[in-house]
């Protein structure tokens, strides 16, 4: 075996361990949505939940490719023993996943700007567009590849350890003149560049909208702020119109009047501060993580940007290495940067509640919470150790927490599961005294989230 054959070895090991990891994590996304007490009842666990089956569907794909490439490409794949169906079926599987990962990305990032921008309430959403998208995205996902399929245009790859893709086969067939010594026919997918021209205008439409969609919400922040910066100066120029037209006599009810008068515009403007405060809150949460969804997204598609752009860079010895690591390593890795994502807010919630508890033990929690944070019934002893029940004062918890608004669903209540509070202490073997402090500690921290 070559040094350039170890190689792409090497890297194909790599890869099917990368797309091991993704995929575990987005199966823990679902599984842990899927049985929890909010499961799918909010519109934005369902996305969340349609994007992790998109990354399951790709992740199986990059890890089953290596082997379905038919067997008679080698060197290129060291690992190859399959055959024109097996190639086939994978290509396929890899482009279907694929579609549903661009398209809930492009839905999630819909529903933040929805969220935010006009202020849709998740169930309206959900009665609303949200079916809509669901069935568009899943016929588009399906039908593309179908047609490629049956076009016979998903052929191993020239690049080296690149898998099934849409192609045409041979490799470097119909290049040139046919008087050539060297010209080939091409067997197998021969109009695979139209297809591809319709992939990549596809998923560049949907790059696009999704820079739209953000530049408002960036926007909208920005008007908020003003706002906010607008309305505390009216409230500080009231305040010192006070102290400094303080009224000097009784004999001047007029400039009492006014000071009254003054004084109820003062107390509109700190009541309208608040709405535009929580405002800023939601929309600033959804900023933050559209951007991170993002720039996730566009790190690990890079190598296949890259190829997509520019083919060439696979004649080139740096250009074939780079396409060749990147992926084996970035490609396959979306599913990781999803769930640490997804729980992000909520592992932050529960570290500033509990100061002691370590990330990983946080991480744990939310993950066994559906990707929430719990009630307190729910946070049993082998959740959270003694030494983590040290929280912090109540003033450092907010009163808005934006990443629940985003998530949680209108009609979702705690009140229903109370009932089974006393036989988890009974197995858990808490104490009386234990769950009285446990309970003190909910309401002091504002634990038990409310529906937005």
């Known amino acids: 075996m070559s040094e350039a054959t170890q190689e792409v070895l090497a890297a194909s090991i790599l890869r099917c361990i990368m797309a091991s990891l993704s995929l575990a994590s987005s199966s823990t996304i679902v599984h842990s949505i899927r049985y929890s007490p909010r499961g799918l009842k909010s519109p934005y666990s369902r996305i969340i939940f349609g994007l992790s089956v998109g990354d399951i569907i790709q992740s199986c794909a990059i890890f089953v490719t290596p082997f379905a490439v038919p067997h008679d490409n080698l060197p290129k794949s060291p690992m190859a023993f399959g055959n024109t169906q097996t190639c086939d079926y994978a290509g396929f599987i890899l482009l279907f996943g694929g579609f549903n990962v661009v398209f809930y990305l492009l839905f999630l990032i819909y529903f933040f700007w929805r969220r935010v ?11 609303g567009e949200e079916r809509y998208f669901h069935v568009l995205f ?69 790059l696009l909208c999704m820079f739209i969609l953000f530049a408002s919400i960036i926007c909208h922040v920005y008007a908020i ?65 559209s951007l991170l969804y993002m720039l996730a997204f566009i790190f690990t598609y890079s190598p296949s940007l890259a190829y997509f752009s520019n083919p060439e860079m696979v004649d080139s010895r740096v250009g074939k290495s780079i396409l060749l690591w990147g992926n084996a390593t970035i490609y396959p890795i979306y599913g990781i940067f999803l769930i640490l994502i997804y729980t992000r807010p909520k592992v932050q919630i ?15 929690v939310v993950l066994g919470s559906g990707g929430e944070v719990p009630p307190a019934h729910e946070l049993k002893p082998s959740h959270l ?68």
């Open 117 to 127: 921008k006009h202020r849709v309430s998740p169930k309206k959403f959900a009665y």
């Open 225 to 289: 702020e003003k706002s906010l910066s607008s309305s505390s100066d009216r409230i500080k120029q009231s305040n010192n119109n006070h102290v400094d037209d303080e009224p000097q006599s009784s004999n001047t009810p007029h400039v009492e009047e006014d000071f009254q008068e003054d004084e109820r515009h003062t107390t509109r403007d700190a009541e309208n501060v608040e709405e535009p405060k929580e405002k800023e809150s939601l929309t600033r949460s959804a900023l933050t993580q």
């Open 138 to 206: 899943w016929i588009l996902a399906i039908t593309i590849p179908s047609i490629a399929l049956a076009r016979k245009e998903f052929n191993p790859s020239k690049l080296e350890g690149g898998g099934c893709m849409l192609n045409a086969y041979p490799n470097g067939c119909e290049i040139g003149e046919k008087d050539d010594e060297n010209y080939t026919e091409c067997t197998r997918g021969q109009s695979f560049r139209k297809t591809g021209m319709v992939v990549g205008g596809i998923i560049f439409t949907s």
């Open 385 to 452: 150790p003694q030494m983590s029940m040290e929280v912090r004062e109540a003033p450092e918890s907010p009163p808005f927490d934006s990443d629940l608004a985003l998530s949680m669903s209108e009609d979702v209540s705690y009140e229903e599961m109370k009932s089974n509070m006393m036989a988890v202490s009974k197995e858990e073997g808490w104490s009386n005294q234990a769950w009285s402090n446990v309970s003190d500690l909910s309401r002091s921290t504002n634990l038990i989230p409310v529906s937005n």
């Open 350 to 364: 529960l570290s500033k509640m509990f100061p002691k508890a370590s990330w990983s033990l946080c991480f744990q």
